[in-house]
Each structure stands twice: as C-alpha cells, then as structure tokens.
T-cell receptor
Framework: GAGVSQSPSNKVTEKGKDVELRCDPI?????LYWYRQSLGQGLEFLIY????????KSGLPSDRFSAERTGGSVSTLTIQRTQQEDSAVYLC?????????????FGDGTRLSIL | AQTVTQSQPEMSVQEAETVTLSCTYD???????LFWYKQPPSRQMILVIR??????QNATENRFSVNFQKAAKSFSLKISDSQLGDAAMYFC????????????FGKGTKLSVKP
C-alpha cells in the first residue's frame, strides 16, 4: 500500500507569510507525528495526534505553529507569520496504535525555505 | 528529560568492511525502546533496527546489529559487509515505554562508504 504522503515537496515563501503543510498518513494508522529537521540537526518533535485524544502539542516552538487532523486522517501543519528560523524540513510520520513498539513510518518531508 | 547523543558527526568505511556507529542516551525510565533510522539524500527516514529495553538479547537485521548496554545507556549500531547503498545519515532515537509516543533523536552520523 501507499506510504506517508506529504505535500508540497518544497515550499519557498517570503518572511511574514503563512504556510500550510499537508500530511496523508498510511491508511489505518491512528497515530500521526510532526517533526522538524533543521540543517545539520536531528529531528525535533513538534506535535502528536493519537486517535480522538487531545493532541500532544508540547513540542510546538511558538504559538505561530498549529496543527489539526481532520477525520482522524489527513493532518495540516500551519505556520503563521513565518520567520527565517522556520526554514527546515518538516517530516510527518504515522504508526498503528495497537501493539507495543510499532515503528513510525515517515514521509519524504516538505522542505520549507523562508526568504 | 531524555536525551540522545551521537558523538561521531561523520564516519567513513571501506566497502565490505565493518563499521560501528555510537549512541548514548540518558533516561530515568526503565521501560523504553531504541531505534536506528537511516536517512539517504531522498530525505525519507527508513527504520534500520529496533530494540526493546527489557530484552537482553541484541537485535539483528541481516548485516545490521546492535550492541545494547543498558547499564551504560549505550546503543551502538554495527554494519557488516558495508555496501555503497549504506551511505546515508544515521540517527539513533529513543521512545518511552507504552504503545505510542514521540521519538527523541540524536543529531546523526553521516556515513560515507568508499569503493
């Protein structure tokens, strides 16, 4: 079956603009994660959705960042009033809820560049 | 808070030789999981191998194996018979116990394979 799909693959925008990044998880995966990877760095956790539970937003760096997941499937990460430090690759991952130690499956990411 | 440290920013290995990538972590929890992910230039994170902390036996996946030292909080990855396709960034990651949760990543090791 299809893997995690992210769009757009690349996004260039001007400082101060809002951007929306989309993630379509693997069908049947109830857990969805957003991570940010800055140049030369590891992945930084942003937000986590699990079924109908309230999302874990503990990794969001500022109130300019928000995310939603509609219908328990597709998720959108929104960055308002973008800043140059928001430039990074944004990766989405999904996993099955049931069972222990289920691995997270990653998409190819969206490379965001703020001019 | 849990942390993951990869002390080798870059490593190099000759094709067909063996290389070991280091990873240490800090946690006060007794139940957790450890992972190695590979990230080629395509950006997609690919799961290489995983280890449950409660298992004493080291995980193996074909040419990939780990040396898990729980008391020392060390989780190194050994790649045997290195191939050109193994060249990539390698990330060590930690996840707390339970059915789900976000991953905490190290900063990665860039592995080069020389023909």
């Amino acid at each position: 079956g299809a893997g995690v799909s992210q769009s757009p693959s690349n996004k260039v925008t001007e400082k101060g603009k809002d951007v929306e990044l989309r993630c379509d998880p693997i069908s049947g995966h109830t857990a969805l994660y957003w991570y940010r990877q800055s140049l030369g760095q590891g992945l930084e956790f942003l937000i986590y959705f699990q079924g109908n539970s309230a999302p874990d937003k503990s990794g969001l760096p500022s109130d300019r960042f928000s995310a939603e997941r509609t219908g328990g499937s597709v998720s959108t990460l929104t960055i308002q009033r973008t800043q140059q430090e928001d430039s990074a690759v944004y990766l989405c991952a999904s996993s099955i809820q049931q069972g222990l130690n289920q691995p997270q499956h990653f998409g190819d990411g969206t490379r965001l560049s703020i001019l | 808070a849990q942390t993951v440290t990869q002390s080798q920013p870059e490593m190099s290995v000759q094709e067909a030789e063996t290389v070991t990538l280091s990873c240490t972590y800090d946690t006060s929890e007794s139940d957790y999981y450890l992972f190695w992910y590979k990230q080629p230039p395509s950006r997609q994170m690919i799961l290489v191998i995983r280890q449950e902390a409660y298992k004493q036996q080291n995980a193996t996946e074909n040419r990939f194996s780990v040396n898990f030292q729980k008391a020392a909080k060390s989780f190194s990855l050994k790649i045997s018979d290195s191939q050109l396709g193994d060249a990539a960034m390698y990330f060590c990651a930690y996840r707390r116990g339970g059915s789900q949760g976000n991953l905490i990543f190290g900063k990665g090791t860039k592995l080069s394979v020389k023909p």
